[in-house]
């Protein structure tokens, strides 16, 4: 009993998840069913999956006071605590509206895509989660893999048009890239600990046998580039506006949702579990790639006239402002994500982060319902073609209304508290200057969100149409967000 209860700690939704992606390939490969009833299932798949994480998290907290002679399975390499609970809750909630947005596309498109189109959201969901729960260097460096093969394949799914192969073309040699510089930071870091688990890397730098800061800044700077594109910061962000542009846009709210929230969830592992003592090198570099993130994203955003490029940008900046949280944060972070109830700054900026990864998957993932929205309906993905919209799909330009002003922060939506908090992490960390970079370039990004909703509902529409009805799949994605 001790032992079933030790797997279903570590393993219950992902458990779900891998059996689900398997059943979804074979009944595609063995059964005639249509489309729509595989992507129900996977939907379902998602959503059980999204419901066990919390009991997993509970069950993960029994775990820990059984008796020491239970031994976990993959000792040292996954750690199911709240912290990877939360991120993994947000995947997957994030990736069934994802599915169920894509519904209608893969049914239009099923005789090209098939049932690889669920199966590979779900292992990319499976994979993520292992991300998020990895405390060991191989353990990450084969979970990022396996999300990033599954993301490019995703990316270049659409092969009736040359873009999307061109954005997976794309994406795969900057990810390629990506990972020589992983691994040759992860061997360097090896190298000078000794081992590749990271609370054995963090006791290894109070040690007198680690006393070379140039090498363990050089390593970190190296996995940090890393993750960095994964995570879409500057300066590792070129590919971001041409993959969104270019994949079909169910992917696209994929890679900006819940790839984006595991990566930083990844990230933020990283930093504090393993080199939270080496704070006084990572800090400075963190806060400066914050608040020039941030500003270009949202620069570069305002002159974009297709609407999947801005919210590229506008994802870019958003990376920059959950950055802002992880910057404020230090050695007593560890305290907090353990569970073990730290005060102070520790709770205001892990709060902030973990609420604005949240309030950033729905809200962006949302918008990106939207666009696919209009795409399906009135064909268009330019800014200009949302003139009119709220006459035309009222229900859809007032959803995006509210996810874009979340995306600003305007009280009372999500957005507005996540960004108070990860803000005044920054002034109780004595980096005012960050909070108020971060405050100026929320009122910047204003812009380009407002030019939208200018659009939809002060200008008419290009034709006079009826009013349009969106699928049920599409309004419980929407409702879900």
């Given at each position: 009993?001790?032992?079933?209860?030790?797997?279903?700690?570590?393993?219950?939704?992902?458990?779900?998840?891998?059996?689900?992606?398997?059943?979804?390939?074979?009944?595609?490969?063995?059964s005639k069913l249509r489309s729509r009833y595989i992507g129900y299932f996977a939907a379902s798949i998602m959503a059980l999956s999204a419901f066990v994480v919390p009991w997993q998290g509970?069950?993960?907290?029994?775990?820990?006071?059984?008796?020491?002679?239970?031994?976990?399975?993959?000792?040292?390499?996954?750690?199911?605590?709240?912290?990877?609970?939360?991120?993994?809750?947000?995947?997957?909630?994030?990736?069934?509206?994802?599915?169920?947005?894509?519904?209608?596309?893969?049914?239009?498109?099923?005789?090209?895509?098939?049932?690889?189109?669920?199966?590979?959201?779900?292992?990319?969901?499976?994979?993520?989660?292992?991300?998020?729960?990895?405390?060991?260097?191989?353990?990450?460096?084969?979970?990022?893999?396996?999300?990033?093969?599954?993301?490019?394949?995703?990316?270049?799914?659409?092969?009736?048009?040359?873009?999307?192969?061109?954005?997976?073309?794309?994406?795969?040699?900057?990810?390629?890239?990506?990972?020589?510089?992983?691994?040759?930071?992860?061997?360097?870091?090896?190298?000078?600990?000794?081992?590749?688990?990271?609370?054995?890397?963090?006791?290894?730098?109070?040690?007198?046998?680690?006393?070379?800061?140039?090498?363990?800044?050089?390593?970190?700077?190296?996995?940090?580039?890393?993750?960095?594109?994964?995570?879409?910061?500057?300066?590792?962000?070129?590919?971001?506006?041409?993959?969104?542009?270019?994949?079909?846009?169910?992917?696209?709210?994929?890679?900006?949702?819940?790839?984006?929230?595991?990566?930083?969830?990844?990230?933020?592992?990283?930093?504090?579990?393993?080199?939270?003592?080496?704070?006084?090198?990572?800090?400075?570099?963190?806060?400066?790639?914050?608040?020039?993130?941030?500003?270009?994203?949202?620069?570069?955003?305002?002159?974009q006239r297709n609407i999947k490029r801005m919210l590229a940008y506008s994802s870019i900046a958003h990376a920059g402002y959950m950055l802002v949280g992880l910057s404020?944060?230090?050695?007593?972070?560890?305290?907090?994500?353990?569970?073990?109830?730290?005060?102070?700054?520790?709770?205001?900026?892990?709060?902030?982060?973990?609420?604005?990864?949240?309030?950033?998957?729905?809200?962006?993932?949302?918008?990106?319902?939207?666009?696919?929205?209009?795409?399906?309906?009135?064909?268009?993905?330019?800014?200009?073609?949302?003139?009119?919209?709220?006459?035309?799909?009222?229900?859809?330009?007032?959803?995006?209304?509210?996810?874009?002003?979340?995306?600003?922060?305007?009280?009372?939506?999500?957005?507005?508290?996540?960004?108070?908090?990860?803000?005044?992490?920054?002034?109780?960390?004595?980096?005012?200057?960050?909070?108020?970079?971060?405050?100026?370039?929320?009122?910047?990004?204003?812009?380009?969100?407002?030019?939208?909703?200018?659009?939809?509902?002060?200008?008419?529409?290009?034709?006079?149409?009826?009013?349009?009805?969106?699928?049920?799949?599409?309004?419980?994605?929407?409702?879900?967000?």
């Open positions: 009993m001790d032992e079933l209860m030790v797997f279903l700690g570590y393993f219950a939704s992902e458990s779900i998840l891998a059996i689900g992606s398997i059943t979804i390939l074979l009944i595609g490969l063995f509970w069950l993960a907290v029994q775990v820990r006071s059984l008796s020491s002679t239970v031994r976990p399975f993959f000792s040292f390499c996954l750690s199911p605590d709240l912290f990877s609970v939360y991120f993994k809750f947000a995947i997957a909630i994030a990736m069934l509206i994802v599915i169920l947005a894509s519904l209608d596309y893969v049914e239009a498109n099923f005789e090209a895509v098939g049932s690889e189109f669920y199966a590979l959201m779900c292992f990319a969901t499976l994979s993520m989660s292992f991300m998020v729960s990895a405390v060991e260097l191989i353990t990450i460096f084969i979970a990022v893999e396996l999300t990033s093969i599954a993301s490019y394949a995703l990316a270049s799914f659409d092969v009736s048009t040359p873009r999307s192969s061109e954005a997976g073309v794309k994406y795969f040699l900057v990810g390629a890239i990506a990972t020589a510089v992983s691994l040759y930071g992860m061997s360097l870091i090896f190298a000078l600990a000794g081992t590749t688990n990271l609370f054995g890397i963090l006791k290894a730098q109070s040690e007198t046998s680690l006393h070379l800061p140039l090498l363990i800044l050089v390593s970190l700077l190296m996995v940090m580039a890393s993750l960095g594109f994964k995570a879409a910061l500057v300066p590792f962000h070129a590919w971001v506006p041409d993959v969104y542009e270019g994949a079909p846009t169910s992917v696209t709210a994929f890679l900006a949702a819940a790839s984006k929230v595991a990566a930083f969830g990844l990230l933020a592992r990283f930093m504090l579990y393993g080199f939270s003592a080496s704070e006084e090198l990572w800090r400075p570099i963190m806060s400066i790639v914050s608040a020039i993130t941030m500003t270009l994203g949202n620069l570069f955003a305002i002159p404020s944060v230090g050695h007593a972070e560890i305290k907090f994500m353990m569970g073990e109830g730290a005060l102070g700054n520790t709770d205001v900026a892990m709060t902030g982060l973990l609420l604005y990864s949240l309030a950033y998957a729905f809200a962006t993932g949302g918008a990106f319902v939207v666009v696919l929205v209009v795409s399906n309906i009135i064909g268009t993905e330019e800014i200009d073609g949302y003139a009119g919209l709220s006459q035309l799909i009222p229900h859809a330009a007032w959803a995006l209304v509210i996810f874009f002003l979340s995306l600003i922060g305007i009280p009372p939506l999500a957005g507005f508290f996540a960004k108070m908090l990860v803000f005044a992490s920054a002034i109780y960390s004595d980096m005012t200057w960050l909070a108020v970079v971060g405050v100026l370039n929320s009122v910047v990004s204003g812009y380009y969100y407002f030019n939208v909703i200018r659009q939809m509902f002060l200008l008419p529409p290009e034709k006079k149409q009826a009013i349009h009805r969106t699928t049920p799949s599409m309004d419980a994605a929407l409702l879900i967000a």
